[in-house]
């Protein structure tokens, strides 16, 4: 299943990247914590490849590997955006 992006932020000290996605309906919304060097933005799709990784944009050389996700909680996601923005 393709996912889009609808939010993201980042938190570099952790290496971890957090999304909020959205199936191509809108139904469904997930919360994702990623590994990756790629950055996400609002808007990018990301494709299905293997072993839960993800393709950005359908660009196979920019992937991503979700190490988690759950239902998408608006709490949790600006729990997240404060752990990332601290220094």
Not at 31 to 54: I, R, T
Not at 55 to 81: G, P
């Amino acid at each position: 299943m393709e996912w889009h992006v609808k939010k993201s932020c980042c938190h570099k000290k952790a290496g971890r990247l957090y999304i909020v996605l959205c199936d191509s309906g809108g139904s469904l919304k997930m919360l994702a914590e990623a590994q990756s060097s790629e950055q996400v933005k609002p808007g990018d799709l990301l494709s299905p490849l293997k072993d839960a990784q993800y393709c950005v944009n359908r660009d196979a050389s920019r992937v991503i590997k979700i190490i988690d996700a759950r239902q998408y909680i608006c709490d949790e996601w600006e729990r997240l955006v404060r752990v990332s923005a601290d220094k």
